[in-house]
């Protein structure tokens, strides 16, 4: 009973770790963000986010990274505004992280990386009604990116730190429930910059608004320990590897405009 979002396109992953032949799209990510090259747009509204902490299932381990997956059959946890047109709804969240904490983030900020990512993936429930539609679809998906920074301990987080020793292995599955995600969201989500790009791992379309917070979020460095000890690989299998580095190489800008929401 996995949610529609990640399941289906689970099949796609084994060869991730192999160099891929990459589309050769004109807008893929992750991208550097050249905050002076950054245009103002003062059209952008305010992010309504609404969550429902009720529609969070389970965590996996897809051998990639791990999910936190929500119930994507009605509107009960969405995002709309901003820059999006339509309502979007949330299908599950996941991270990327490095072995250290000099990198980690898929995006970066004048070239500054952080030591995680947070990306909560969402699908436009407006013009779709599957993931796997909309993930094909120009304006299919919007994903918001939070940055993680080492500080003090996050106490949103924790529940879900506690959670994660239950799927250190690849295809390993655990309940969660009552998640509320909305805990992993900075102070002033109304800052963000945004651009058209991509999913950042196979199948890579070209189908993401991406949202990414200006403001970061704090996590101590024994949570993000936690993450750096699951594993990609399967109990079956005889050398285990550590999930750490599970982000894609930054892509070309290739004369895309990054609007900011703020001055
Ligand atoms: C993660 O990112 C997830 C995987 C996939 C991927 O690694 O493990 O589920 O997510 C929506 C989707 O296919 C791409 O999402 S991303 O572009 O936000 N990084
Ligand atoms: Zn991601």
């Known amino acids: 009973n996995l949610s529609a979002c990640s399941s289906k396109l689970a099949f796609m992953h084994p060869m991730w770790q192999e160099p891929l032949a990459i589309p050769g799209g004109d807008r893929q ?153 909305a805990c992993l969201l900075p102070e002033n989500i109304d800052d963000y910059w945004t651009y058209a790009g991509s999913l950042t791992t196979p199948p890579l379309t070209e189908a993401v608004t991406w949202i990414v917070m200006k403001r970061h979020i704090e996590v101590s460095h024994d949570q993000l320990a936690v993450f750096r000890s699951l594993l990609f690989t399967s109990a079956e299998e005889q050398v285990q590897r550590s999930m750490v580095n599970n982000f894609r190489v930054q892509q070309a800008v290739k004369g895309r405009t990054v609007r900011s929401s703020f001055t």
């Open 29 to 181: 990510s992750p991208i550097d963000i050249v905050v002076r090259k950054s245009v103002f747009d003062p059209q952008l509204r305010p992010l309504k986010v609404q969550y429902d902490p009720r529609t969070c299932q389970q965590i996996w381990n897809n051998g990639y990274s791990f999910l936190v997956e929500y119930d994507d059959t009605t509107d009960k946890s969405t995002v709309k505004g901003g820059p999006l047109e339509d309502q979007f709804r949330l299908c599950q969240f996941h991270f990327h992280w490095g072995e250290n904490n000099a990198w980690g983030s898929e995006h970066s900020i004048d070239r500054r990386l952080f030591p995680a990512e947070l990306h909560l993936v969402h699908w436009n429930s407006d013009k779709y009604s599957l993931f796997e539609e909309a993930v094909i679809e120009e304006n299919g998906l919007a994903v918001i990116a939070v940055f993680l920074k080492i500080g003090k301990r996050h106490e949103g987080l924790q529940k879900l730190v506690d959670a994660l020793p239950a799927v250190r292995h690849k295809d390993s599955l655990v309940e969660f429930t009552k998640f509320d995600p």
